[in-house]
C-alpha cells in the first residue's frame, strides 16, 4: 500500500511539475504579446498624430527629395541644410529618423530629426529641422488628374497638344547630346512621334529615378511652343515641353 501510494505521489509531483512548466510559458507568450501590442500601440498613436519613425538605406536624392525603399509609400523630404555633409552622400547609408504626415500631401514624409549611422556603428543626428517645407513642384493625386491624355496624337495635328496647357504621354526617355527627348507610343505600341524635353522639376527627377527598372511609363507635362511644320515634317519631333511628373498610370 505504502508502494502505491508513493508512485502516486511521484506522478502526482510529474504531472504538476509539467503543468507550471506549461503554465511559466503561457505567462511568457502573455507578457511578450502585451509588450509588443504596446510597442505597436504606441507607433499608431503616433501615425495617428501625424509622427511616423522612419529607418533604411538611401537609395536616391534629388534636391530635397530622399528615397528610401524601407518607408514605403512614402517620400522622405529634408527641409534645410544638413549639420555636415550633403543630402547626395547620404546615398548608400543607412539612417534613421522621424518625420511629419501631412494631409495635404499624403505621400510626402517631412523629416523632423535624421541620424546616421557611422563606420564605429554609432548613430549621429546630422539634421533637426526648423524651416517650414517648401516643395513648389509636388504635384498629388488631384492635380495629376488636371493633365489630359493626348489621344489621337500625330505630328501633323498640332491642334491635339496645343489646347492643352498640360498634358500626358506613355513613352519612353531617350537621351542624346543636343537634349533629352520623349518617344511617345500609341494604344499597339508603336512610335508616333517626339516631344523635346527643355527642363525638369526636381519632383520628376526623383521619380524618373525610382521608374529606373521600367522602360516606358507616363509623362506629365507642361506643353509649351510647337515645333516648327518643317521640322515635324522630317524628324517627328512635335513640340517642346518640360516634365513636371513620371509614372506608371
Known amino acids: 500500500m505504502a508502494i502505491q501510494t508513493n508512485k502516486t505521489d ?15 510559458i503561457a505567462l511568457g507568450s502573455v507578457a511578450c504579446k502585451k509588450a509588443d501590442e504596446g510597442a505597436i500601440g504606441e507607433e499608431a498613436a503616433g501615425i495617428l498624430e501625424g509622427i511616423m519613425p522612419f529607418e533604411g538605406t538611401v537609395k536616391a536624392v534629388v534636391g530635397k ?10 517620400d522622405v523630404v529634408i527641409q534645410g541644410d544638413l549639420e555636415s555633409g550633403t543630402l547626395e552622400s547620404l546615398i548608400d547609408k543607412e539612417v534613421r529618423g522621424e ?17 546616421v549611422i557611422g563606420d564605429s556603428g ?17 504635384l498629388d493625386l488631384g492635380a495629376r488628374e488636371e493633365f ?6 500625330s505630328y501633323d495635328k498640332k491642334d491635339v497638344w496645343e489646347q492643352n496647357e498640360k498634358a500626358k504621354v506613355y513613352g519612353s526617355l531617350e ?13 499597339e505600341g508603336k512610335e508616333i512621334g517626339k516631344i523635346l524635353v527643355d527642363s525638369y522639376t526636381d519632383f520628376s ?24 511644320w518643317s521640322q515635324r515634317r522630317r524628324t517627328r519631333e512635335m513640340f517642346h515641353a518640360d516634365v513636371v511628373f513620371a509614372g506608371l498610370f
Do not use: C
Open 122 to 138: 554609432d548613430w549621429t543626428n546630422i539634421f533637426t529641422r526648423t524651416e517650414e517645407p517648401v516643395l513648389e513642384d509636388y
Open 65 to 74: 527629395y530622399v528615397f528610401l525603399p524601407e518607408a514605403s509609400g512614402f
Open 99 to 115: 518625420g511629419t504626415i501631412s494631409p495635404d500631401m499624403p505621400s510626402i514624409l517631412l523629416a523632423n530629426a535624421l541620424e
Open 10 to 24: 511521484k506522478v502526482s509531483r510529474f504531472i504538476g511539475m509539467i503543468l507550471l512548466v506549461f503554465l511559466l
Open 148 to 153: 489630359v491624355v493626348l489621344a489621337d496624337l
Open 175 to 187: 537621351k542624346y547630346d543636343t537634349g533629352d527627348k520623349i518617344a511617345v507610343f500609341d494604344d
Open 205 to 228: 527627377q526623383f521619380y524618373l529615378g525610382k521608374l529606373g527598372h521600367f522602360d516606358k511609363f507616363w509623362f506629365y507635362l507642361k506643353v509649351k511652343e510647337t515645333v516648327d
